[in-house]
C-alpha cells in the first residue's frame, strides 16, 4: 500500500501523523510519501529530519490538494493506495482494518473509516450524501442546522448516524480515503480543477457512475481536526462554497444547475442578513466576506 499524505504549514501536525501511522499499521507493508505544498514553517524539512525511512517532498510552489496527490499518485506501484490528512493521528487497527474491508468490499471502490475529534467525539466529516436541491434548501432555511440528527432535514451529514456501522455513502472525504490503484487510475485521479475541497466528492460521484458504491466501516478510526490547513473560517467557507458551485455544475442535470447556483446564492445573502443580527463582531466580519466574495465562489473553480 501506499499512504499520501499532502501538508500545507502543518509541520508539528505532520510529524504527529506520520509518526501515528507508522507506529499503528502493524504488519501492512507501506510506502509513505509527504508532500508538502511550499510551507513556510519548515514542514518538508521537519519530516525529512524526523522520518528519513519515508519519502518526503518539498515542492517549490502550492498546487493545492487534488493535484498534489495526482503527482504522487503517478508513480504508486503498490496494488492499494491511501489519502491520509495531515491533521490527523491514526489509531491502532485503522490501516490494516480499512485494507481488509477494502478488500473485502470490493463493489465499494472507494472506503473510508470513522473519524473522531482529539476528546474522542464523533467527527462526522469522514463522509457525506450528495449535494441535492432539498439539502440546499434545508442548509439555506436553516432546517439542518434546528434538526441536526434529523436524517431529513439533515440530509448531507446522515444526520443521527453516528458512523458506528457499516453503511453505503455518496462521498468517502479524502482526509481517509483508500481505494485501489487500478480503480484511481481508470477514474484518473482527482479533477485538478478541484484546487481544494470538493475533489474526493467529485471522485466518488464519478465512481458511483461507474457502478461502485463507496463505503465506511466504523473499524478503521483515526482523529481529525479538520481544516489545520486553512487558517481563516470565511476563507475555508468561501473555499467550500466554490467547490460546491463546481459540484452543481459537474454532477447535477443540467436543467437544475440555474436552480442549484440560485440557491446557493440565497444560502449566502441568508448569511448576509445573519450578520445584521448578530452582536459578535468577528461573526460579523466573516459572514460579510463570504457574502462580498459570492461572484468569487458562484463561479466555481
Known sequence: MTVIIVSYNTRDLTVRAVETLLANAGDVAMRVVVFDNASSDGSAAAVAAA?????????????????????VAETVTTPWLCLLNPDTETHPGAIANLLAFAKANPKAGIVGGRTVFPDGSLNQASCWQRITPWSLFTQTSGLARAFPRSTLFNPE????????????????????????????????????????????????????ALGYRPMITPDAEIMHLVGASTAKRADKTVAVMRAKATLVRDHWA??????????LWMWGLARRLGAV????????????????????WLAGY
Open 51 to 71: 522520518f528519513p525511512e519515508i519519502e518526503t517532498i518539498a515542492h517549490p510552489e502550492n498546487i493545492g490538494f487534488a493535484a498534489a496527490n495526482n503527482l
Open 157 to 208: 451529514a446522515m444526520g443521527g448516524w453516528q458512523r458506528d456501522s457499516v453503511r453505503e455513502v455518496d462521498i468517502v472525504v479524502g482526509c481517509f480515503l483508500l481505494t485501489s490503484t487500478e480503480l484511481w487510475r481508470r477514474l484518473g485521479g482527482f479533477n485538478r480543477r478541484y484546487f481544494m475541497y470538493g475533489e474526493d466528492a467529485d471522485l466518488c460521484l464519478r465512481a458511483r
Open 254 to 263: 443540467k436543467p437544475l444547475v440555474p436552480l442549484g447556483v440560485a440557491q
Open 277 to 296: 443580527t448578530t452582536r459578535e463582531p468577528e461573526a460579523r466580519a466573516r459572514l460579510l466576506q463570504i457574502w462580498g466574495q459570492r461572484r468569487d
